[in-house]
C-alpha cells in the first residue's frame, strides 16, 4: 500500500488501517463479532502481570513482530510460538503482538497462535480506531490492547476506555508528549506506556520516559516502551519508576529472542543487586 506524500509515518498507517478495518468489516459483520467477544468468559490479568514485585522490581512484555517501518523485516521465518515460548522460559511476565497487516506484516491470527502457546497474559499492539477492533481484539483472545492517543479524538478515547472495561479487558494507553498525559489521565487511563519513539519522525529517546514518568497520575501502572535495549536501559528505567517495559525490537533481531532476553535479565539482576550483595553471590559460586 503506498505511502501519501507530504504525511507522517503515523499518518499513512493510519491511513492504511482505516482501509484495512473497511475491509475486515464486510468480511465479518459487526454483530458477529460482538457475539464471540460477548460468548468469551475466560481472562489473563494483564495488569496484575506487569506489576514489579520481586528482587529485579521491573516486568518485561515481550514483543512479536516480523517487521516495522523503522528497521523493515526483522525476521524471515516468524514461528510464533517458538518464539513466544522462548520469551516466557526467558522471563518475560506478558507478550505483545504486533497484527498490523502492512507496515509489520502481522496479523490478528497471530495473536491467537500466541496466545494458544503460552500462559501468560497477551496484548494486542495495533492501530486501535473504533470499538470494531476492541471486540475482535476480545474475540481474538486478547488481554489487553494498545490505545494510542496521538490518534485518537478524547472522546473517541474515553468511549474505547470504558468499552475495554465493559468487555474486561485491560487497555495501555500509549502518550509521549506532557499534553497526552494529561489526555491519557483526564480519560481514566489506568496502564499508560510511554514511548520513546516518535511515532511520527521515528526518532527514539529513552530520556522521553524518564522525563515524563512524574508527569504519570498517582496510582497507574506506568510502561516504558521501545529503545530499550541494554540492562543499563532496564535498571535506568527501574530507577525513574516505572513498573514493566515493552521491548521488542532488540529481541527479535536475535536468532534465539528467549534467550536473549534471558542474557538480559541476568545482567540487569546482578546490576540491581547491591555491590556487597553482588560480592556475596559471586563468592557462593
Known amino acids: 500500500m503506498p505511502d501519501l506524500p507530504g504525511r507522517t509515518i503515523l499518518d499513512n498507517i493510519l491511513w492504511a488501517r482505516r482501509r484495512t478495518l473497511d475491509e475486515t468489516r464486510l468480511a465479518v459483520p459487526l454483530e ?38 523503522s528497521r523493515g523485516l526483522l525476521r524471515q521465518h516468524y514461528r510464533r510460538r517458538e518464539i513466544a515460548q522462548g520469551y516466557v522460559a526467558g522471563g518475560a511476565s506478558a507478550l505483545s503482538v504486533l497484527t498490523e497487516e502492512h507496515y509489520f506484516l502481522g496479523s490478528i491470527q497471530d495473536l491467537t497462535e500466541v496466545r494458544q502457546a503460552v500462559d501468560v497474559p497477551v496484548l494486542r499492539k495495533d492501530f486501535i480506531l473504533e470499538s470494531y477492533q476492541i471486540y475482535e481484539s476480545v474475540a481474538a483472545g486478547a488481554d489487553a490492547l494498545l490505545l494510542i492517543v496521538s490518534a485518537l479524538p478524547d472522546p473517541d478515547l474515553r468511549a474505547l476506555l470504558e468499552l475495554c472495561r465493559r468487555l474486561r479487558i485491560a487497555a495501555l494507553v500509549e502518550v509521549h ?109
Do not use: W, Y
Request: with cysteine; glycine share 6%.
Open 32 to 69: 458477529r463479532v460482538q457475539q464471540m467477544a460477548e460468548a468469551r468468559q475466560e481472562r489473563r490479568d494483564f495488569a496484575r502481570a506487569i506489576t514489579a514485585d520481586g528482587l529485579s522490581g521491573l516486568r518485561i512484555i515481550a514483543e512479536l513482530k516480523r517487521a516495522s517501518p
Open 177 to 285: 508528549t506532557e499534553e497526552e498525559v494529561e489526555r491519557a489521565a483526564s480519560a481514566g487511563a489506568q496502564i499508560i506506556g510511554v514511548n520513546n519513539r516518535d511515532l511520527k519522525t521515528l526518532e527514539v529517546n529513552l530520556e522521553t520516559s524518564v522525563r515524563l514518568r512524574e508527569r504519570l497520575p498517582q496510582g497507574c501502572i506506568a510502561v516504558s516502551e521501545s529503545g530499550i535495549k541494554t540492562a543499563a536501559d532496564l535498571k535506568r528505567i527501574k530507577e525513574a519508576g516505572f513498573n514493566a517495559v515493552l521491548m521488542g525490537e532488540r529481541l527479535m533481531a536475535q536468532p534465539e529472542p528467549g534467550r536473549c532476553l534471558q542474557e538480559l535479565l541476568a545482567e540487569f539482576e546482578m546490576r540491581s543487586i547491591p555491590i556487597e550483595g553482588r560480592d556475596s553471590k559471586a563468592e557462593a559460586h
